[in-house]
């Protein structure tokens, strides 16, 4: 494992992605999206998904793929989503390791998410304990959701003004380059971990840091932190 300098010395607060990153969701999402697409004559989501925008949660892509069934049909996706979602979600090895980790230093740990806020707090006690976290921010509570800087600024408020948010106080994972670019605009590193869950690729890599897995992060941040 190469040390990539992930010391934690001055590191104000953690925030974490949910879908594919803390959880992985994709399986529930595919499956109950797949339920939802025949029903308007559509194609499966490996070929209906070419029309989102990437700059978009997956709830906001619902007007481009329905047109105006949207509202129709995220109801029905909501509906068949909880009721599998129990059945298959599940942490990423190391993921509870990691987030010890950052208490254990006295790292405030947050979620930011584009996702619908019924879902993601349905879903998130079945693999963790709610209270560890210091702040939850889920789609459409901030003026902007990711990838604008504003969900992280928003995020964070109660403990770092916006100045203050650097590659040092902050550093947000996430699988994607939304989640990258949120960090980037804001100020704060940004960390990747994992594939991307739509295959998107990176306009340009810069100052990210990756990681192929949170067992790959968790041993590196002991490393740089053993010292």
């Not at 190469?2 to 001055?10: M, T």
């Not at 459409?140 to 995020?155: S, Y």
């Not at 947000?172 to 100020?187: K, L, N, T």
Request: charged share 30%.
């Amino acid at each position: 494992m190469v040390d990539k300098g992930l010391n934690v010395k001055g590191l104000k607060v953690a925030v974490f992605d949910w879908d594919n990153t803390l959880a992985e969701s994709r399986s529930t999402l595919v499956y109950a999206i797949n339920q939802v697409l025949p029903q308007y004559g559509l194609e499966t989501w490996e070929i209906v998904k070419q029309k989102r925008d990437n700059n978009l949660s997956f709830k906001d892509n619902f007007p481009r793929i329905f047109g105006d069934k949207a509202e129709e049909a995220y109801a029905k996706y909501t509906e068949i989503y909880l009721k599998e979602v129990q059945k298959r979600i599940h942490a990423f090895p190391k993921t509870q390791e990691v987030l010890d980790f950052f208490k254990k230093n006295h790292v405030a740990i947050m979620v930011m998410t584009n996702k619908d806020r019924r879902l993601l707090e349905y879903e998130l006690p079945l693999l963790f304990n709610p209270k560890i976290f210091d702040n939850i921010v889920c789609g459409h509570e901030a003026k902007e959701d990711k990838p604008f800087g504003g969900h992280l600024v928003w995020t964070v408020k109660d403990i770092l003004k916006p100045q203050d948010i650097n590659h040092k106080t902050v550093w947000v994972m996430g699988d994607s380059p939304m989640d990258s670019r949120c960090a980037q605009a804001a100020g704060a590193r940004p960390i990747r971990i994992g594939k991307p869950i739509w295959g998107d690729k990176d306009e340009k890599s810069g100052d990210i840091c990756f990681f192929d897995s949170f067992v790959d992060f968790y041993e590196s941040l002991l490393l740089s932190n053993s010292k």
